[in-house]
């Protein structure tokens, strides 16, 4: 069965749409409260079986909207207060304050957007704004459908994004943890789990054999995060981390209360510079899978699909 790539143009909406299924919607050019962090993002997202695995907007953080990319603290080293592309309060002097900081990610073209019977690729330019005005980066963004597997129950999605530093000096990538939290190095490529994972309880497990809430600031190659919805079915998430990313493998910043979260968070606990016209790739999976998927089915997974590490 074909995917169709469909542009609203006035909506600034591209839906990935399968038959009668919409895989994912991307919202590409959000005009929600710039204290926010405008930013691309994609909700929903849903399994084959037409479940929701995407949260949007909630109320105890609204900025945590879907599936979209995120950094909390970027800096110049001569910067003390950074700017912030996730939204709402910066974490800053032990405590969370808002400030005028909020920066965006613009949308500024599309290269192509393409599909091919069960597989799809959206190629993106975008700019990163501060909140003075002040273009940091540019991004050349590809969000890929590579797989879709109707037997096994499961579709995938890559993302692949290369940032440039268009400043004249050198940046720095940091979280809330780099600025003094503990155990808050989000950031990075950010999950936020409907609500029914909050209320029917959920499962994490990870690479190396770990598992439970410990996952937790840990590294790992994947991480996978088990949720029940409502129907009392279940859903599969497996956010699967790329050997050349940054700090591979990856520290992941992931809960199951009080919310359903999980992000790539490449800068966890130490601060990434990138110089000057120089580039930084990040390449990343996430799986969407029908049902309850146990530790031999990732394991078997990864090495069918040549991702195990």
Known sequence: MPIELLNDEKAAVVTAQRGQRTLFQYNYAPTYDPKESRKPFLHPVSSLAGAIVTGHPPKDHSWHRGIQMT???????????PENFWGGPTYLKGKYVQLD???IQRHDSWESLKSDN???NLDEHLT?????????????????????????????????????????????????????????????????????????????????????PSVLGQRAPWLAYIGAHDSGSHSTLLFIDRPGNPDYPNQ???????????????SYNREIPLDPGQGMLLQH?????????TRDQIESYL???????
């Not at 090495?303 to 590490?309: E, F, I, P, S, V």
């Open 101 to 103: 900081n909020n920066g």
């Open 303 to 309: 090495t069918q699909a040549g991702l195990h590490d």
């Open 71 to 81: 950094c909390a603290n970027l800096r110049t080293p001569d910067q003390s207060t």
């Open 252 to 266: 992941w910043f992931v809960r199951l209360d009080p919310f359903p979260i999980a992000s790539f968070s490449f």
């Open 128 to 212: 990163w704004i501060t909140a003075k005005g002040e273009s940091w980066i540019k991004e050349r963004r590809q969000i890929t459908i590579p797989e879709v597997n109707d037997k096994e129950g499961y579709w995938s999605m890559d993302w692949r994004m290369l940032l440039q530093n268009i400043h004249t000096k050198q940046l720095l990538f940091g979280s809330p943890t780099t600025a003094g939290r503990p155990n808050a190095g989000y950031g990075g490529l950010f999950w936020r789990g409907p609500q029914s994972f909050l209320k029917t309880g959920g499962q994490i497990l990870a690479g190396n054999g770990l598992s439970g």
């Open 118 to 120: 069960d597989t799809a």
């Open 285 to 293: 999976r996430i799986l969407f899978a029908n049902n309850a998927w």
